[in-house]
């Protein structure tokens, strides 16, 4: 969970990437996988089981990373201009949103097996619906800081993701996963949950103070994540399982 922080960080110090939207970067780093790297693992032939159940612990501590990574950002990128911030009630959020969904859908899977199988086909669109309308909203409500910043935006987080996808495949040859899980482990570190990071930004730095200006790097992500992943998860499963 530390990894990829300071991965982002290394890359906002690459590109140059200033104030908001360094924090912005740095928060969607910490985000944990969502629904999206769980389709995306499929279609790669990973491991569902493990898939399932690395999300489960990554999103219970990203309940404490994640807002710890997000008030050292704040300091450090925003340095005076820093907005105060409740590590506590931010730290609750992130369980609210992420441990408690969770929990109930490893709930309910382990009581119905049937009916999750026959439902998730109908999650897996919503949730790719939502994720659009988020991503739109976001950008509209920002769109003269997207245009402006998107010329930096777009390639650090082009680097990022393809960062993201490589630390987690070496980190599971590092320790000696099969393929399916391999495949599971990397793409559930590469792919990061946008929707969350839009969500957190948006906590942090509320509408009266500027909407949205923290979720830009994830809004942005969102769009790339799927011009960047699909075709590499497109050419491994035929490199590798042809």
Known sequence: MLLLPLVAFGII??????????VGLMILASCPGGVTSNIIMKMAKGDTAFSISYTAVVSIASVITLPLVAAFSLNYFMCADTPPMNILSLGLTMFLITVIPVGIGLWIHHRSQTFTK?????????????LALIV???????????VKNVVILGPAIVVLIVSMLLSGNWSSKLLKM??????SVSIAIGIQNA???????????PAAEGLFVFSLPSGVYGILMYLVCLPIV??????VWA
């Open 195 to 205: 929707t969350l990071g839009i969500a957190m930004g948006n906590i942090i730095l």
């Open 234 to 239: 497109f050419a491994y499963v035929k490199l």
């Open 13 to 22: 110090a690459l590109f140059g990437i200033q104030k908001e939207m360094a």
């Open 118 to 130: 026959s439902f998730e086909p109908i999650a897996s669109k919503f949730s790719a619906i939502l």
């Open 136 to 146: 739109v909203a976001a950008l509209a409500s920002e769109w003269d800081a997207f």
């Open 178 to 183: 099969n393929e399916p899980q391999a495949v």
